[in-house]
């Protein structure tokens, strides 16, 4: 007899998102970046950078958290049998759809998580970015509703399934071999920032274990902000929204006991007030994430799964944060970066031109 996944129910996924709301303003207490405890787009941006694939001094970091969610997925994924290794559903277009969400992520400054986060902690920014992330997940589900679907994945073996855990586990065991030396921009292969966001962040075996924890978690609950807009846009169904509300009302509370909530527009940690760019940087990075099927989080746990397709918009992001620094694309907190608009409208452009052709009343 089949265990029942209590994870996954109502009130198993209303716990995991009260526990990532509690867990995330104690790593902002502990070191990580202000209203940025746990951030998927940001994270990736920080390892993106660690390994040299852009060279912003102020974002350089190999984020534990990252590695503990695909880490502890896969942990939790062969514990209940459910490592499924596929791929082949369309990946490169998977790859470009990571690459924009990253670009959007970074036009906002943040994924999701961290729009939740800056809402708990009092950044009012974050509300046109969760307005303008509900807005793309809606366009999205306009897609899928006239049939859009980026085909079936295809059955492969194991090492396939494996392959984004092992990057993972290497980039951690980098991370052994080079440590962070303090006051030095480089150690041995990896960069480190010296100030900045990048330089800031909870102890090492704090940041692995709270990753690996929600990373098993997450995948057992099926934990997913895009998902859970997605279902109660298209179905009505409060299920996984509730998740959201859980996190948003724990990291408030949290906030409030650490002291870390500041209310208001200006002055907010790692954060611009253009209310425009954060409305529509989140409203491509939304797009993008239900065109993928996932959000950024959603995306590190199936990876851990085994899911190639999942890893290549994973794969995706951390090239968009690439592109962004390099190309002047992401903002900053003086405002939006010198080509973010282009890189906005090209993004935008991408996703239609994909919603469209993939839909199967146009095919």
């Known amino acids: 007899m089949q265990r029942r996944n209590i994870f996954a129910t109502k009130w198993g996924i209303i716990g995991v ?9 104690v790593l902002q207490k502990l070191g990580n970046p202000g209203n940025m405890g746990i951030c998927v787009a940001c994270f990736e941006r920080d390892i993106a950078g660690t390994i040299g694939l852009h060279r912003a001094g102020v974002v350089q970091y190999m984020r534990p958290e990252i590695i503990g969610f695909v880490i502890g997925a896969l942990i939790g994924a062969h514990l209940f049998k459910e490592f499924r290794p596929r791929v082949g559903s369309d990946p490169v277009i998977r790859f470009f759809l990571g690459v924009f969400a990253m670009i959007g992520a970074l036009i906002f400054l943040g994924c999701p998580w961290r729009a939740l986060l800056r809402l708990s902690g009092g950044d009012m920014n974050a509300v046109l970015g969760l ?35 092992l990057m993972m586990a290497g980039f951690f065991i980098l991370m052994l071999i080079y440590p962070q030396v303090q006051g030095e921009a480089k150690s041995g292969v990896l960069f480190y920032s010296v100030k900045g966001p990048g330089n800031m962040h909870a102890p090492i075996i704090v940041s692995l274990s709270v990753g690996l924890g929600i ?3 997450a995948q057992r609950s099926r934990f997913c902000t895009m998902g859970a807009l997605r279902d109660l846009l298209l179905f009505g169904q409060m299920h996984l929204f509730g998740g959201i509300v859980a996190l948003v009302v724990a990291a408030f509370i949290t906030n409030l006991i650490l002291g870390q909530f500041h209310v208001g527009f200006a002055g907010q ?18 797009l993008c994430f239900a065109l993928a099927g996932g959000c950024p989080g959603r995306q590190l746990f199936l990876s851990g799964e085994g899911d190639g397709d999942a890893a290549m918009f994973v794969l995706g ?23 973010g608009m282009a890189a906005f409208v090209l993004g935008l452009l991408f ?8 839909s199967r009343k146009n095919a």
């Open 17 to 25: 998102g009260a526990l990532i709301g509690i867990l995330a303003p």
């Open 131 to 165: 307005a303008g992330l509900s807005f793309g997940v809606w366009i999205g589900t306009l897609f899928l509703k006239k049939g859009y679907n980026l085909g079936r994945s295809q059955v492969v073996r194991p090492p396939a399934g494996w392959l984004l855990s």
């Open 215 to 217: 990373g098993f978690l």
């Open 269 to 286: 940690p790692v954060a611009h007030n253009l209310h425009i760019w954060n409305f529509a940087g989140m409203a491509l990075a939304g």
């Open 317 to 339: 992001m951390i090239a968009g944060a690439a592109f962004a620094h390099n190309f002047g694309l992401a903002s900053s907190p003086k405002g939006l970066g010198p080509h």
């Open 351 to 358: 996703c239609l031109f994909i919603g469209f052709t993939m």
